[in-house]
Every structure is written in C-alpha cells, then in structure tokens.
C-alpha cells in the first residue's frame, strides 16, 4: 500500500491583501535570512581557508612554490580573501590560458574521470570552451570554480609531486573564493559537480570537519534536483541521465564514506534511492580519443584484464553504511541482542562476498605487479576503505583503546595480545596494503591523511602478528613494513605536529621494541633447541662408527 498524504479539503477563504508595511517587513525578513545564511558561508569558506592553507604549509616546507614556477598566476590572496560579490568578474580572470587548460582536462578526464565519473567529457569541453568565449563580467562563477575544480583534481590525482600539490591548493582556493555563489546560486548539475570536486580535494586535508559539512550540503542539493530518484530524469537525454546517475553516486559513495570515518549519520537513506547502479558505457567520461573502456573502469599494464572500480566502490559504500549502522546508529543500540548478532553477521557476509567479489589482479597484492602506478592509487583508497570496515567491525584497530591497551598489557605480562575472529586472513590484508602503499609516489601526503587511520591500523595489525609469533617466516617483510610507515608517520609529526601521530609514533614503537625482546628470547630458544639436537645427533653417529668400528 502506498504511503501518501493528501491534505485534508477545506473552504477556501479570501486572503487579506498585505499592506506595504507588511510586504517591506517580509522582504527585510528573507533579506536578513540570506544575509545570515552568506555570514554561514563565509564562516565555512574561512575555515576552508584554514584548513587548506595548513596543507599547504606543510607542503611548501617540503618544496616552497615560486612565481617563476607558476609563470601565468600573480594571485593577490587578500583580494580572494575578502572579495564580494561586486568583484567576482574581477576574480574571473585569475585563470590560466585557455590551451594549457584544455590540456590540463585532457589528462583529467584520461586519469582520474575515466574511473570516478564526475563530468561527461564532451558537456566538460563545452563548458570551458564557453567560459573562456565570453567577457569576464559575463562568465559565470560556477564554470570558474568547476574549471580550478577540474584542475587541482588533475594536479592532486594525475601529477603527484611537491609543487603539482601546491597548484591543486592554489586552485582548490580559488573555487572556494566563488563558493558562496556555487552554494547560494540558481541550483544545477555543474554546482553539485563542483561541490563533490572540492569534497574529494578536502579529504586530502588533516581537518575532517570541513568535508563533512561540505558533503552535507551537497546532498541537499542532490535531492533538491532530484538526482536520487529517476522520475526526474526519465524525459532527459539519455546522456544527460546517465551523467546525472553517475553524479548521484558518486556523492553516495562520499556520503557513506564521510558517515563512517566521522561516526555520524549519513543524509541519503538507502531505502529513498530509486535508481540502478551504473552500467558500463564506454567513452562518456573519457576524451574523446582514448581508449574505449567502460565508465569506471581499470585495467591490467598489459590491457588484458579489466575491473569496475566505480560499481565496486558503489557496492563497498552500501556496505560502509552497515557498518555505520551496525557501529553507531541509535537505532542498532536500541535493538535486542539477537537483532544486533543478525545485523553484525548480514555486515559481515556482504564485506566478505565483495572481498571475494575482487579479481585477483586488483586486490592489494596482485595490483603491486600488475596495474600501471596511475591506477594504484584508487585501488589503495579501495582496499583501505575495506580493511577499515573489518577492523571497525571487529574493534581491533589503531584507534580502538580497548584493543591498543590489550597489546601493551600483553606486552608488560608477556602473554599473547587479544586477536579478532579470521586474524590470519586480517593480518594478510594488512600486509598486503602497505606494500602496495609503499609503491606509491613519496610525495603524495595527501593520500596519507585520506587513509591514516587504516594506515596505522595495517602497523598496529602486523605489530601484534608479531608480537604473537616473533620467528614467523613473514616477520623480516613486516618489520620492513612497519619501519617504512613509521618513518612516514614521523615525517607526517614533523610537518603537522599532530599529537595523534605522536601517541601512535610512541606506542608503536613501544610495541616494536617487545617485539624484539620476544624475538631474542624466542631466537635464543630456539637456538638451544637446535643444539640438542645437534648434540644428539652427533652422539649417535659417534656410537655408530664406535659400533661399525668394532
């Protein structure tokens, strides 16, 4: 039965004409509402602009950026900073020539929109081309912030290095300079496409309350367009539905993501979606002369194998979403024992029908030897996203006091640390993402803060194997490992001075150094051991010949 509402028939009465008084009283009202809501805005661009400039510092200690090096931008940060609405032509201008930008969304679209489809490639051209057609004072906002959106994402994801970092955070800021007009202005696709790049860019920063309430707005506008539900797009082009498909999903797999990490309600609810995942078309979201994959999807260096990145990621978000339900929802604490087993073992099957759902050529360890370095960066976002959810579900992860205070009591009392269920197969999966993290450029610190926390739960995992078998046959890759990410943590102190990092520096290196007592006193164990029978052995060849002598 449909659940609808109709309100209830009544006498229509004739309404009262408003006086002018009235009149100018409601437009000072609506007036003053939009004046508090741009005070919000610029409250949120602000702490943007903290929060980017924080990266940003970081970087520049790393490798300081100079006007020579950025030939076509003499930007006046003040004048950003503090700019309204009366100067945004002015803004507009601040933009690089029209071929280095159409060069620039080549290689966007060729490596990072031909996997997660944000823009349909041929509307993307289009759409540059017309901004740099028109005067300034007739460019619309929203194109300029889409276009530095386009171009810090290229910089980011496709150009990893020092300085490439540093032009993604001069370009993220001038799309957060128009983001008052991007939220605030006549509601369309390219908007919400804006506000889910920037989301994306925000996720590389070291403060997470910025993309939380980035995403939230976002989906606002998702829903006030309709792009949760295919009714709204059933008389559009197909093109134009399938970009709008893709969109929609994309800001679900934020939503979720965001939900997760930051332990707070997702907005979409899965049961108010009526749309089907995405199927695979080729060319939409790449130029125009690549090759012809599917939407999504990543292949093989060797062209042979191919895999869909984004209906997988899809699929991972809705299962990020029973975490989140399962974990941290009021609703899963006021159900009874028996639902909550239930909720835990559906949770629990789903993850691990995706985990097996993987080709082995695209999970962390095949993907080391077989996927060219461009790709490898989203199947480490991938593969981390899942190893969060199997720490998170069994509570057994860097950040989990009760499991973190289990391993240094077990190392006071030298018995074996508290393991989760399928330890062997979790402590696998850990190994086998820090080494595909440790493949990945130096230089790309960003990444680090996207996937810290299940960074340093893959450490803390491994530091535990070995603190249960000192002599394991893998124990000589897990110390590389663990050395390698603690030297990456210490670098990420000294650029952030975070005092998070600072506790797992320490008590991973607490843990490290039980490790090795272990290993001696279990060495030398074994050492006596092998003497004996060494001993013996030599004993009973001795009595031999004595035997064979006489």
Known sequence: MKCTYTAPSRKTTPKKQRSQGEADCSARKTEARFEHLESLLEQLK????????????????HSPMTSAQVPWEKVSRSHDRHAGHNDTPAKLTNIPPRDEVLHIVQVFLDKFNSVLPLFQAETLLLMVHEFYNLVPRERSPVAYAAINV????????????????SYALEHLRRAQSVLSAVILGETDLLNIQVLLGMVILLQGSQDHQPPLIL????????????????????????????????????????????????????????????????????????????????????????????????????????????????LYSTRSQKRSGEERAAALESVVRALNQWKASIPPDFCAAGAVREV?????????????????????ID???????????????????????????????????????????????????SNFWITSCTYMSAMMLLTAKAMQKPLDRSSSQDDELVADGLHTVNEMLEESGSESLRW??????????EVRRRREIASTTVNGWNDGIESTSANRDVAAHSSFDL
């Not at 602000?46 to 200690?61: N, Y």
């Not at 060219?372 to 998170?392: D, I, Q, Y």
Request: glycine share 4%; proline share 4%; with cysteine.
């Open 46 to 61: 602000e702490r943007l602009d903290i929060s980017t400039q924080k990266s940003g510092a970081q970087t520049q200690s």
């Open 150 to 165: 386009v171009i810090a994402l290229t910089y980011r994801h496709a150009m990893i290095g020092d300085s490439e970092t």
């Open 215 to 326: 995403i939230a707005t976002t989906m606002r506008l998702v829903h006030k367009i309709g792009l949760h539900n295919r009714a709204s797009s059933m008389y559009l082009d197909p093109v134009v539905a399938r970009q709008r498909t893709c969109v929609f999903w994309l800001a679900y797999i934020l939503d979720k993501d965001t939900s997760m990490r930051m332990k707070q309600p997702s907005i979409q609810l899965d049961d108010d979606i009526d749309l089907d995942l995405p199927s695979q078309t080729a060319g939409d979201y790449r130029s125009v002369d690549a090759s012809r994959l599917p939407t999504g999807c990543i292949t093989t260096a060797d062209g042979t194998m191919e895999f869909d990145f984004f209906l997988s990621r899809i699929q991972l978000a809705i299962i990020q979403g029973g975490v989140y339900d399962y």
């Open 372 to 392: 060219p370095l461009e790709s490898l960066r989203f199947l480490a976002g991938l593969h981390a996203t899942s190893l969060s959810c199997t720490t998170l």
């Open 395 to 445: 509570r057994a992860h860097a950040w989990n006091d009760q499991w973190v205070t289990s391993l240094r009591t077990s190392a006071l009392r030298g018995t074996n640390p508290l393991l989760p269920p399928s330890w062997e197969a979790v402590v696998d999966e850990a190994r086998d993402l820090l080494a595909l993290f440790r493949v990945l450029p130096v230089a790309d610190h």
């Open 504 to 513: 797992f520096r320490d008590t991973c290196t607490e843990l490290s150094l």
